[in-house]
């Protein structure tokens, strides 16, 4: 017999990330009968997006990601699980990378985000992006965002990791397509310790 | 998910006059320090708060605070705090090596002491929602079905084991909990912090409804104490463990003088083993003596049908542990 770990369990039972990640697209919208003007429902949040100041009017319940996404239209940060599972979701918060799937829009009040959008300066790509590019990094893309947000807190933190230490750095994002080491060559080639494979 | 307002107290008695508040309105509340577990259980629908009480904001509370009884620990403080803190990391080496295996980096820079102390359980039959004892249902499923992650101590009438890592880490401290409520603070050891089921099935700790935990007390750190944790997992990270133990020894000239040792992720409540330690203190912790220790260790286990691995896993990570520390 196979073994069950938690998350085949999950799977089998019908949420687990892959089910719960397919729920969204087949939802049906469901619209309220009498759907309230959004300036009565909500406050207004002040979020510092890659350096840029937004005051969007939040519901209590919406996720950072759903703000960061649906909102202010910032569709690099990707939502994969929903449940702080997978890592697609990461941004960082007054530098310090976390889930935004599974933090409020209203804890953020007032607090500097950084997204994927703001690593490059117009054409140029921060080091990270394209060391991501060099070591073929992204295969279907979706987790490269999340990937690049724990690179940059931790090279951010710690410019010259060891190998252990970014291991341990990226542990948190999952890559269906399976390309770690890939990721992991190319954050050690940006901080100048891995071997580039030109 | 479902809608609920969020509020921001910014002191420990207005959470409690909150709490009094809407619990007397009829309404429910429940408390979020990081949100990591919170939220997914409210998306999940398996609570539904009307309030969420965000500790984020507390006064005082996000500090590592040494002082001359001990060191004060904020309830807010980050597991990733926690885990690189430099007095935590020499004189409370097991609280640090805890928190630092718990989840991912992500988790663990959001994620809270308190939170991860009072997180509900990980059984997969109570996350999907199954009406079980922990819903307030009259069984537990894990019983008759998939129960290789279930308690091999202390079980029944529910078999969960307590998730935290940073729980069994913190009684092998003899930690002290603070917790605030409608008639001022009380301070608990850890020891009577959780409860079985049989003591009170639908909860893991003492806290009531209008509690909250608002600090750890950690005792003055000793000479010549080593500590570790060490956490079995079913892969290499982002994950609770399968088992685990937090050992504090105090050896002086090769005698063990002192000895804590608790076991994660066996039982509903952290195990601590008393009677392990009292083979310890006064000798030298030989392998032979470790092997004795490891037997102990699970002499009481009860396995369920599936879990029956847990025990040989026991015994071994408690020798191994005790070796590691005292060589
Ligand atoms: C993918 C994943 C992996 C995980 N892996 C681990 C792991 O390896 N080890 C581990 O230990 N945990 C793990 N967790 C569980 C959990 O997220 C962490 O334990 C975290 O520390 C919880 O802290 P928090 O502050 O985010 O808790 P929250 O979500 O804010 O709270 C958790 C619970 O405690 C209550 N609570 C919060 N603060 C207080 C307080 N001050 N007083 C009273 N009650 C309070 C909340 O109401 C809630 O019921 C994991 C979670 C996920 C999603
Ligand atoms: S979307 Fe998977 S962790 Fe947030
Ligand atoms: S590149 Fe496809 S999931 Fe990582």
Redesign the interface.
């Known amino acids: 017999m196979k073994?069950?770990?938690?998350r085949s369990?999950?799977e089998r039972?019908g949420?687990g990330m892959a089910a719960a990640a397919a729920i969204p697209a087949l939802e049906v919208p469901t619209f309220q009968s009498q759907p309230q003007p959004a300036e009565e429902r909500g406050r207004e949040v002040h979020l510092k997006v890659n350096g840029k100041d937004h005051r969007v009017k939040v519901?209590?319940?919406w996720?950072l990601v759903e703000v960061l996404r649906d909102h202010l239209g910032l569709t690099g940060t990707r939502v994969g699980c929903?449940?702080?599972?997978c890592?697609a979701c990461?941004v960082l918060l007054d530098g310090?990378?976390?889930?935004a799937c599974?933090?409020?829009a209203?804890?953020a009040d007032g607090k500097e985000i950084s997204t994927v959008e703001g690593l490059a300066e117009g054409d140029q790509l921060d080091p990270l992006q394209e060391a991501f590019i060099e070591h073929d990094g992204p295969q279907c893309g979706f987790c490269t965002s999340g990937q690049l947000m724990?690179a940059k807190?931790l090279l951010n933190q710690n410019p010259n990791p060891t190998e252990e230490e970014a291991r341990?750095?990226l542990?948190?994002n999952i890559c269906r397509c399976s390309n770690f080491n890939r990721y992991l060559e190319a954050v050690l080639a940006t901080s100048g310790k891995g071997s580039s494979r030109g | 998910?479902?809608?609920?307002?969020?509020v921001n107290p910014e002191n420990r008695q207005e959470v409690v006059s909150l709490l009094k508040k809407v619990i007397e309105e009829g309404k429910t509340a429940s408390l979020a320090g990081g949100?990591?577990d919170l939220?997914?259980m409210?998306?999940?629908d398996l609570v539904a708060p009307d309030v969420?009480v965000?500790l984020?904001d507390l006064e005082g509370l996000q500090k590592i605070e040494p002082h001359s009884q001990g060191v004060r620990i904020g309830g807010l403080v980050t597991l990733?705090e926690l885990s690189q803190h430099p007095l935590i990391l020499s004189q409370y080496t097991v609280l640090a090596e805890a928190a630092g295996t718990v989840?991912?980096?992500?988790?663990r820079?959001?994620g809270t002491v308190a939170g991860n102390i009072c997180q509900r359980p990980?059984c997969?039959y109570f996350?999907?929602g199954f009406p079980c004892f922990k819903h307030g249902g009259d069984r537990c499923y894990s019983v008759v079905g998939?129960n290789?992650?279930h308690a091999i101590f202390g079980g029944g009438p529910s078999f969960i084991v307590h998730p935290s890592d940073t729980a069994p880490a913190l009684m092998a401290l003899e930690a002290r909990f603070r917790i605030a409520g409608p008639d001022g603070e009380r301070v608990v050891p850890a020891s009577e912090f959780f409860v079985l089921p049989r003591e009170e099935v639908s909860r893991e700790n003492i806290l009531g409804p209008d509690e909250v935990l608002v600090e750890i007390e950690l005792p003055p750190a000793r000479q010549n104490v080593k500590s570790t944790y060490v956490k079995i997992m079913?892969?290499?990270?982002?994950?609770?463990a399968v088992l685990s133990v937090a050992a504090v020894l105090e050896i002086d000239q090769g005698v063990c003088r002192k000895a804590r040792i608790v076991l994660g992720a066996v039982a509903p409540i952290p195990w601590h083993l008393p009677h392990v330690e009292r083979m310890l203190v006064g000798q030298r912790i030989t392998a032979d003596l470790a092997g004795d220790a490891g037997r102990a260790a699970v002499s009481r286990a009860q396995p369920l049908a599936k879990n029956g691995y847990k025990i040989p896993l026991t015994e071994a990570l408690v020798r191994r542990t005790l070796i590691s520390l005292a060589g």
């Open positions: 073994p069950i770990s938690r369990f999950l039972s949420t519901e209590d319940h996720t929903d449940r702080g599972e890592g990461t310090k990378s976390l889930y599974s933090y409020l209203v804890w724990s807190a341990q750095a542990a948190g | 998910m479902k809608s609920f307002t969020n949100g990591s939220l997914g409210i998306k999940d969420v965000n984020k990733q989840a991912t980096p992500q988790i820079n959001v990980w997969w996350r999907q998939q290789q992650l079913d892969r290499e990270a982002w994950t609770h």
